[in-house]
């Protein structure tokens, strides 16, 4: 039997936005969850389709809000192999049928350089960097940097989360300061009000006197260094357990180091736990060990939680993080360091919560998800000739 739709159901059919998302993986992480955040908040203004270059990494569409219209690319062109003017024909071709692309990353570069080739035709195209795996940590790849001079003429625009990344799209892949937008990542502050459920971590319901309770929240991967925080942590003085949110390749070099420094009842890995408005107020210090980092969501959940947080002195965070804050961040990223700031704020609860309010100020301040989507929603529409069509 046909289905008669109502009108007001078809006239917004035919006016949403058709979006096409170019992910090397979709599993969830930062750029992941950004994403399905702005999905959730474009709302009936637009429906999407999601080019998983690993279609088997697809987590992250469990957070998607019901109701958004949404569909998984079941065989698009492949987004990575060697450079083809086939390939990038191929790419070009499915593009067509979307009235914008968004890229994400190096994994997702070739839509913009299938662009770049066969450009005629193509909806607009906005790429986003929000950072680098250890194969760049310390040291910007090359031929990297030459593929992304080449292709990013193509987009439309450029954003990056952070001002170490606008520094490194300026200089290093040389794209003109009107193209580039760096747009601030932002959280729901306002959910870090209410009360944290203690029985989501149940290793927690009993604390033992002058226990501290660290917090980190990361993909486990060589890049977060993880290990390096684990043995940081073996050598504190103070009682203390270590609770690290996130899946990935070194959970058992984690659990290793733990074991190696005997606190292996210490150390607590429940993998990846979504809204950590629901958690993160459970703990007393956020930490981190990341080799590079640029803004992460995770520091700015930990502010918002009125957390201390101590890392490495790496990307944008000196920036994020209160005044308060700044003597807790490490310059030199050793574990003694590491291990000396969190001590400190173990011993002295009034400092923490000092620094914890000074956080959450500022998050609340410069930091609310709000003024993030509203920036996307308007880059987005201005890049369709339709500044009004997501906002």
């Known amino acids: 039997m046909a289905v008669t739709w109502p009108p007001d159901v078809l006239r917004r059919a035919a006016m949403s936005i058709h979006i096409l998302h170019l992910h ?35 987590e992250a569409r469990a957070y998607i809000a019901k109701g958004i219209k949404y569909e998984v690319a079941q065989d698009p062109p492949p987004l990575s192999g060697k450079p083809s003017v086939k390939r990038y024909e191929a790419i070009a071709r499915y ?6 692309v968004l890229t994400y990353n190096w994994g997702a570069i070739d839509g913009v350089m299938a662009a770049r080739v066969f450009g005629k035709g193509l909806p607009p195209i906005v790429h986003h960097e929000d950072g680098f795996n250890a194969d760049e940590a310390e040291r910007l790849n090359p031929v990297r940097n030459m593929y992304r001079r080449i292709a990013l003429p193509a987009a439309n625009g450029l954003v990056v989360p952070s001002h170490v990344l606008e520094r490194v799209a300026l200089k290093h892949w040389r794209q003109p300061a009107e193209r580039v937008h760096r747009i601030a990542n932002g959280v729901p502050t306002g959910l870090f009000a209410g009360k944290p459920d203690a029985k989501i971590i149940p290793q927690l319901l009993k604390r033992r006197e002058g226990e501290v309770f660290i917090a980190c929240v990361a993909g486990l991967r060589p890049v977060k260094d993880l290990p390096m925080l684990v043995r940081a942590c073996g050598g504190l003085n103070s009682r203390f357990k270590l609770v690290i949110f996130g899946e990935g390749p070194e959970r058992q070099n984690i659990l290793d ?18 809204e950590a408005h629901r958690y993160m107020g459970l703990f007393d210090i956020f930490a981190m060990s990341s080799k ?77 998800d709000g003024a993030m989507i509203a920036s996307y929603a308007r880059l987005y529409g201005e890049a369709m000739g339709r500044p009004q069509a997501l906002g």
């Open 24 to 58: 090397s993986t979709f599993n969830y992480g930062g750029k992941e969850a950004r994403a399905v955040r702005l999905m959730n908040a474009f709302g009936d203004k637009a429906r999407h389709t999601i080019v998983s270059a690993m279609p088997d990494q697809l």
């Open 95 to 100: 593009m067509r049928r979307f009235d914008l």
């Open 257 to 274: 180091a733990a074991e190696a420094m005997a606190i292996e009842d210490q150390v607590i890995l429940p993998g990846f736990l979504p």
């Open 292 to 368: 590079s980092e640029q803004a992460p969501i995770s520091v700015l959940e930990a502010m918002a939680a009125g957390l201390p947080v101590v890392t490495p002195r790496v990307g944008d965070i000196p920036q994020m993080v209160s005044e308060a804050n700044a003597p807790f961040l490490s310059s030199d990223r050793t574990e003694v360091s590491i291990r000396d700031r969190i001590d400190t704020l173990a011993k002295h609860p009034e400092e923490r919560a000092r620094i914890g309010e000074a956080n959450k100020l500022r998050a609340r301040a410069l930091f609310d």
